[in-house]
């Protein structure tokens, strides 16, 4: 059974940072696409960051310039890196890897900005 354990949420105030991790058991990880997304209370989840293998990742225009999505494929991992965060960054995050016609999903972890 697969599973992504996400990990790296939590307060933080305007301005600041936060890296998210998401670690998968699968195989083969670097021939799925990672993505995360967010869901902020009474919204849509909503696409945050999706990298394709080999390809230019692509970014939500809310967080271009600011958060960054990486990946290490030796050790199965997906990261964001959120930086200059916003009260409106507060949500719940997840992660996401796609392929061959599957897709699972990390179990979430809160970031609230907040002074």
């Known amino acids: 059974q697969v599973q992504l354990v996400e990990s790296g949420g939590g307060l933080v105030q305007p301005g600041g940072s936060l890296a998210l991790s998401c670690i998968a058991s699968?195989?083969?990880?670097?021939?799925?696409?990672v993505a995360w997304y967010r869901q902020a209370p009474g919204t849509q989840r909503e696409l945050v960051a999706r990298?394709?293998?080999?390809?230019?990742?692509t970014y939500a225009d809310a967080v271009k310039g600011r958060f960054t999505i990486s990946r290490d494929d030796a050790k199965k991992t997906g990261l964001l890196q959120m930086n200059n965060l916003q009260p409106e960054d507060t949500a719940v995050y997840y992660c996401?890897?796609?392929?061959?016609?599957?897709?699972?999903w990390g179990q979430g972890t809160q970031v609230t900005v907040s002074s």
């Open positions: 996401q890897i796609g392929g061959l016609g599957s897709e699972y």
């Open positions: 699968v195989s083969n990880f670097g021939f799925w696409t």
């Open positions: 990298q394709i293998p080999r390809l230019t990742p």
